[in-house]
């Protein structure tokens, strides 16, 4: 029990810890980096501009403030990838898992065989 808790864990590890490392960037990014008394400033200069753009209408995709376009490409081809490894490795677990369960109803379907062997041959002694 406690070793498929862990080997469980060990699995999920890996993609947790994308998950969180991408929260943390994302919080990192949209930090101020000014110090406090000009924060007031940079928060007055955030909800004009805000009003402005409610107001305007303006359609214009600004790009992220943390990565340039290439970043994101670059992102989404690693997100790609990324992707195509779990699928392909969901997919070979299944694969031995049922190739696992083949060979253990071989073993099952012999011991059985042996067994009813062994119970003919006490019936027959028996009479």
Known sequence: MFG???GSVQENNDQVWKF???FLIQEYCSRLTIPFPF???AYIYMVMRK?????????????????S???????LAWEAVMKE???????IKAND?????????????MKLNDLKG?????????R
């Open 4 to 6: 498929y808790t862990v």
């Open 20 to 22: 969180q490392r991408y």
């Open 39 to 41: 924060v007031i400033f």
């Open 51 to 67: 009003l402005l753009k409610c107001c305007c209408k303006n359609e214009c995709k600004q790009p992220s403030i943390c990565c």
């Open 69 to 75: 376009k290439n970043e994101d490409n670059e992102t």
């Open 85 to 91: 490894n779990y699928l392909v490795k969901i997919n």
């Open 97 to 109: 898992s049922s190739e696992e369960m083949a060979q253990r109803f071989r073993q099952l379907d």
């Open 118 to 126: 062994l119970l003919k041959d006490f019936a027959n002694k028996l």
